[in-house]
């Protein structure tokens, strides 16, 4: 490439139109024509620019008139250099700025990339955090959940187990008594009733202490107090212990109906699994309370359905219920820790989110069906490992 | 980078008139072309300027003949001082085989010599060239004037740079500007004999180099 300030030849000063012409004019101007070549010839001059021989007049009439013209020649020549020169500096001045100005764009461009990946990354890793510290938290709240549930469930159930069996067996015994009394007391229509009914109270008395004794088993079931190392689980069996607390805590109002199906035992970890089946049972409570409350609940009953089943190769733990449903607009919300639809303090919004993470836990997933107003059904399945 | 063509045993080395605005670049050219009678001395080329103030460049072309034969050119350029020149500067200097920083002594002009003479630096390393190996003559002009910082006090500066002595210079009146550049043929002649052996090979020792390309002519030799 040639640089500006690189000598000019004689082609770059004047065109070969520009020296016909020029020779023309100057051939007026003496008394022989005279012509600027490239080559030196006999008695030609030199044309000289800036200290360079650019070319070479010859003709005229005598050498003083050829010095004249080449001196007239070069002083043209100058002007014409000097709009050269300007035009070439500043046409590579220009592609030089331009040059410069394409590189600091895609600089630009390039550190611009580099701190938007940066700032997404940043986004992610903070959004990373987030996750995780909303789960240590939620882990935490849970954990110390059903520990003090756990150690209050197995506290009750120790301080209960002991009377509710001695009053079984004397209340059993009480019973044997009154048929003595029966040999005993003189045979009288006063004493018979008497008697009868005696023996209706103490039988009442038995079967209500059975069932206490049965409410303390299931306490125990549900708090089972395993932590964290996962055992064999009986599903139907948490399940259905998850029922009946459910009914003891509502009064037996509630129409829950089982359907346990044929099941293999699964690895699993029986608290948490208590926990989520007691959490969605207690959200289908809450979902009938909610259809009850509203507008057009004549002849409408509520009911829950709590099915078990096997099929692709896990266990398919179904429950539904035909309440008030989830509103489509909160439907993508119900996972979330902390979210609740449900009045201030009647729910810890915990419920959804502790049985997709059991779910999670068990390898399984977690589905929601849901039509506002008609009902819902929670789907967990849980693979058989 | 001197431009070395053996075919025609021709050297031609470019000189470039460095400094801020206004301090008198053009006018150190415009005094050697009067000042100066080497060998040959071209017309002096002043291209484009407004209110006096170079717009692109000024150019003059002197030579010498060797006894080798050898035909040495020396362009004297300036470069435009303004800032916004910058682009243009920087053109001008490229290939440069020599630097005269010619800076302005008014005290108030302190700062815009210091931004200027960054720039320079900055300018060469852009175009590839090194301050610290590159032949260059520094000169404070404008010593005419009232209110100038004292020539001590430059010097004691200066003192601990490859470029001290400094030169002083008033070049509107012709004074110290042979001086500079005599002192920057001195530091070039160094550099250019080292590549292309100017004494040994074409018989043009370090006198020789300085004393016809820094002839005075007739009228001012008194
Ligand atoms: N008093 C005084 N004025 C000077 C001297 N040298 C130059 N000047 C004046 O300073 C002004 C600028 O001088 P120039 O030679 O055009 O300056 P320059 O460095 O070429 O300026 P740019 O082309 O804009 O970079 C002119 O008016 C000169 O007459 C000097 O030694 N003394
Ligand atoms: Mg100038």
């Known amino acids: ?385 | 980078m001197a431009d070395h063509s053996p075919e025609d045993n021709k050297l031609a080395l470019k000189v470039v008139f460095y400094g801020p605005a206004l301090s008198g670049k053009t006018t150190n050219l415009m005094q050697l072309h009067s000042l100066l009678n080497p060998q040959r001395k071209g017309e002096l080329m002043v291209l484009e300027t407004r209110d006096d103030r170079t717009l692109f460049f000024d150019m003059l072309p002197i030579g010498l003949k060797g006894e080798s034969g050898l035909d040495l050119r020396l362009k004297l350029y300036t470069v435009p001082g303004q800032v916004q020149h910058d682009s243009t500067r920087k053109a001008v200097l490229s290939r440069a085989d020599a630097v005269v920083f010619v800076a302005d002594s008014q005290t108030g002009q302190q700062d815009n010599n210091a931004t200027a003479f960054g720039n320079l630096e900055e300018n060469l390393e852009k175009v590839g060239l090194d301050i610290d190996t590159l032949p260059m003559a520094v000169q404070f002009n404008k010593r005419d004037l009232p209110g100038v910082v004292g020539d001590t006090e430059l010097q004691q500066r200066w003192a601990d740079t490859p470029w001290a002595p400094l030169q002083m210079a008033s070049a509107l009146h012709g004074k110290g500007v042979l001086e500079t550049f005599r002192v920057l043929l001195g530091r070039l002649y160094t550099e250019v004999d080292r590549e292309f052996a100017l004494a040994t090979g074409h018989g043009i020792d370090r006198d020789t180099f300085i004393r016809q390309l820094s002839a005075a002519s007739e009228e001012n030799r008194a």
């Not at chain 1, 989520?276 to 409408?300: H, S």
């Not at chain 1, 919004?349 to 849901?370: E, F, K, P």
Request: net charge negative; proline share 2%.
């Open chain 1, 1 to 385: 490439m040639r640089n500006f300030e690189d000598d000019p030849t004689l082609e770059d000063l004047l065109t070969s139109d520009q020296r016909q012409r020029l020779n023309q004019m100057l051939s007026a101007l003496c008394r022989k024509p005279v012509s600027i070549g490239k080559d030196r010839s006999n008695g030609s001059v030199a044309l000289e620019f800036n200290l360079e021989t650019v070319g070479w007049l010859s003709g005229g009439s005598c050498e003083q008139e050829r010095l004249a013209v080449a001196d007239l020649v070069s002083f043209l020549m100058m002007f014409i250099a000097k709009y050269r020169l300007a035009a070439n500096l500043h046409h590579d001045t220009t592609e030089a700025s331009y040059a410069e100005l394409q590189k600091q764009n895609a600089a630009l461009k390039a550190s611009e990339a580099r701190y938007r990946a940066l700032s997404d990354q940043l986004q992610e890793k903070v959004d990373e955090q987030v996750a995780v510290i909303k789960q240590a938290q939620m882990d935490l709240y849970e954990s110390a959940r059903l520990r003090s549930v756990g150690q209050l469930a197995a506290g009750v159930a120790h301080e209960i187990n002991n009377p509710i069996g001695f009053m079984s067996s004397n209340l059993k015994v009480a019973g044997d008594y009154v048929n003595d009394l029966r040999e005993r007391v003189p045979d009288s229509e006063l004493n018979r009733d008497l008697l009868d009914d005696f023996a209706d109270l103490i039988a009442e008395s038995s079967d209500g202490a059975r069932r206490i004794a049965s409410i303390v088993s299931d306490l125990k079931t549900f708090s089972s107090i395993d932590q964290a190392d996962h055992t064999l689980c009986d599903v139907n069996d948490l399940l259905s212990s998850a029922v009946h607390l459910l009914q003891t805590e509502y009064g037996h109002g509630v129409d829950i109906l089982e359907k346990p199906g044929e099941l293999p035992k699964i690895s699993g970890h029986p608290s948490r699994l208590s926990q989520t089946f007691y959490n969605l049972l207690d959200n289908a409570v809450q979902a009938l309370k909610c259809r009850q409350q509203g507008a057009g609940a004549e002849g409408w009953s509520g009911r829950i359905l709590a099915k078990t089943s096997v099929d692709d190769g896990g266990i398919r733990v179904v429950i539904q219920d035909n309440g008030c449903g989830i509103a489509e607009d909160i439907r993508e919300q119900v996972f979330d820790a902390f979210f609740t639809s449900r009045p201030v303090g009647s729910g810890t919004g915990l419920g959804l989110t502790v049985a997709r993470d059991t779910a999670r836990a068990h390898q399984g997933t977690i589905q929601i069906d849901s039509r506002e107003d008609m009902g819902c059904r929670v789907t967990l399945f849980l693979p058989i490992r």
